[in-house]
């Protein structure tokens, strides 16, 4: 019979610089409240450019329901996304929260869009 020889290793001292404490005065409600809260949307450089280019204006109101249908996409694993609103196409990285690129309707019509794994249609 095989002998197995056990050895406890003693554990590891924290010290004070290692441990991450949360901030004073925030409690657990409003910590968990910041982390569901929808991820801002950023536009990337390349993106402001088209909308820019083409004339494209959205609202605030139109950008929040936007991001807060992107992060919803990002919760259901969506990693690249398709959004379409009345005026405009976005290809959006859901797993970054960023619009990669944006055209107008009537540019999209005939186009095909590739390595996408989801849409989101407002009306």
């Known amino acids: 019979m095989n002998k197995i020889n056990v050895h406890r290793m003693p554990s590891p001292i924290l010290c ?12 657990f409600l409003e910590h968990l409240h910041h982390t569901t809260q929808p991820e801002k949307l950023k536009i990337s450089k390349h993106a ?20 807060e249908k992107v992060d919803e ?17 976005l290809i959006v990285s859901a797993k970054n929260s960023t619009v990669i690129t944006a055209m107008n309707r009537m540019e999209a019509k005939d186009q095909l869009f590739t390595n996408i794994d989801g849409t989101i249609v407002f009306s």
């Open 73 to 89: 996409a990002k919760r259901k694993g969506i990693r690249e996304s398709l959004v379409l609103t009345d005026q405009a196409v």
């Open 16 to 27: 004070q610089s290692q441990i991450q404490a949360q901030p004073p005065n925030q409690s």
């Open 48 to 67: 402001n450019d088209r909308l820019q280019e083409r004339g494209i204006q959205m609202t605030d109101a139109e950008w929040a329901r936007i991001s």
